[in-house]
């Protein structure tokens, strides 16, 4: 990796394990244990989902059940997030960002705090992220998800941040 001196602080690795309390680039040195499985099964699901189901099934099918959950999720904010579904400048197939209440997740450290916690109590595991200051639910969908998974979200998660949105310290829940 090649970064320009002096900075580099802003650089996170994509999972948080033991280096993560460190600065950079020491926080990139202690990846925790490394499990090889799914690089061993990741080519034989590929080939066995693009010749029994087809990828452009599954993307078409991963979207349009996305759209579908953000609405409901959308729903579940309205009156919560003003312009919950913002455009980020270009669309990504499987994902999309719905904006989270209040303050919650506007800083790197604030949504990342918030994945332990939205998790223990809910059960959903779910990404969240920030983009110009704000803070941002990322949803994916693939094969394995349902409209149910957005229902889900939208009756138990969303009620939750909310409550966090609006508790003294901001929703600050640190793990």
């Known amino acids: 990796m090649l970064v320009a001196r002096g900075s580099g602080q802003e650089l ?8 993560s309390p460190h600065p950079f680039p020491l926080r990139f ?5 490394f499990d090889a499985t799914p690089w061993l099964a990741a080519p034989f699901a590929w ?13 078409a099918r991963s979207a349009a059940l996305l759209d579908e959950g953000c609405g409901v999720v959308a729903q579940a904010l309205e009156g919560l997030v003003d312009n ?30 918030l994945r332990v916690p939205f998790s223990d109590a809910t059960g959903i595991a779910i990404a ?9 639910l990322r949803l994916s969908g693939h094969a394995y998800n349902s409209i149910y998974d957005y229902q889900y979200l ?5 009620p ?7 508790e003294p310290g901001g929703g600050t829940h640190q793990a």
């Open 12 to 19: 996170f690795p994509l999972i948080d394990s033991w280096g």
């Open 29 to 33: 040195d202690h990846g925790g244990t």
């Open 47 to 59: 080939r066995h989902l693009g010749e029994t189901v087809g990828w452009e099934r599954l993307r």
């Open 84 to 113: 919950p579904l913002p455009d980020v400048g270009q669309p990504v197939g499987p994902l999309r960002l719905v904006g989270l209440p209040g303050t919650l997740g506007a800083t790197h450290a604030g949504a990342d705090a």
């Open 128 to 136: 969240f992220t920030n983009f110009e200051g704000r803070g941002f």
């Open 154 to 158: 939208a009756t138990v998660g969303i």
């Open 160 to 166: 939750l941040l909310h409550r966090w949105s609006i």
